[in-house]
């Protein structure tokens, strides 16, 4: 069964367990292995924004900088366990390739604009920079989606507890332009398990309070092929960690691979029937989010799959 929860947000408390949630994804940038950047221009995000809520979104995730396999991304601290001759590099020589002033050029316009046109939207900023959640929050977000887990800014688990909203701890393996090379995890559920549990409980005690906090697994960001779907399989066990799970597997690069036809992996636009299987799936085995490009199909699968679970 799926555990129930009062997610506490910057204004609201959203209820998570007794049907499944649908977060849109709006991607404000060039570059997204998703789009192409069909939405780079502020309003014609907005367009989509507001369609994707017409179409039963109850949450919409903007982006203004894409963390796709092989991207750089602006990290200022190093990841756990390097040795310290590469931990000075990493902090001296940051990757930089969108700054702060630059994502919010690109995320603000959209999150004012849509607050004023539906002051009701449940709003995320997709960041891993401080800077950019606290503007992105005063603007009217209510999440930060965090696909770092407050570990690529220094300033991010501080900020989130002053800012009082809710927050999205993701699960990732490594930087973008080291995921083709990363070492095998060994089992990669009780790694996501362990560190979700450890990057959860580092929040906690910066200040944020555990009922803003929801889990994501970080379906593709640092696991290969061959680990997601172990993590798919057992997404149940993550249950134990006590808080609400999220996940995003839409068009991702293990459902197109599973997808190749005549040796060639399906294109992300043709992804849509795999991943609303495993939208299923996930849901049987208790997620309460799903991050989506496809808010429509996503709402009806939700829908049939919440009363199969309802059944039980």
Not at 8 to 34: A, C, H, Q, W, Y
Request: charge should be neutral.
């Amino acid at each position: 069964m799926r555990a129930v929860f009062q997610w506490s947000l910057r204004s609201r408390t959203l209820e998570l367990g007794k049907r499944t949630l649908i977060m849109g994804i709006v991607n404000v940038t060039p570059d997204s292995f998703s789009d192409g950047g069909l939405h780079f221009d502020s309003e014609k995000a907005v367009e989509h924004a507001l369609r994707l809520l017409d179409e039963g979104a109850d949450s919409i995730d903007i982006g203004g900088e894409s963390t796709r396999p092989g991207a750089k991304v602006a990290a200022t601290i190093p990841e756990p366990g390097a040795a310290a001759s590469e931990n000075a590099k990493t902090s001296a020589t940051p990757k930089v390739t969108v700054s702060a002033e630059e994502e919010m050029a690109r995320v603000l316009p959209v999150i004012t604009a849509l607050r004023k046109l539906r002051p009701d939207a449940v709003l995320s900023v997709d960041t891993y920079k401080a800077a950019v959640a606290r503007d992105a929050v005063a603007a009217g977000a209510e999440i930060i989606n965090d696909v770092s887990a407050f570990r690529w800014d220094p300033q991010m688990a501080k900020t989130a507890a002053e800012l009082k909203c809710g927050v999205v701890l993701m699960h990732i393996r490594g930087r973008p332009e080291e995921w083709r090379t990363l070492p095998p995890p060994g089992d990669i559920v009780l790694i996501v398990k362990r560190e979700l549990r450890d990057w959860a409980e580092a929040a906690v005690l910066a200040g944020v309070r555990r009922e803003r906090i929801a889990l994501d697994p970080g379906f593709g960001f640092g696991k290969n092929f061959d680990q997601n779907y172990p993590l798919l399989a057992r997404f149940d066990e993550l249950q134990s960690l006590g808080l609400p799970l999220l996940a995003g597997t839409s068009r991702k690069s293990f459902v197109g691979r599973t997808l190749a036809r005549d040796g060639k992996d399906a294109a992300p636009q043709e992804r849509l029937h795999g991943t609303l299987a495993t939208h299923a799936a996930l849901i049987l085995k208790g997620a309460h989010i799903l991050r989506t490009h496809d808010v429509k199909a996503a709402v009806d699968a939700a829908r049939v799959t919440d009363a199969i679970l309802q059944a039980r």
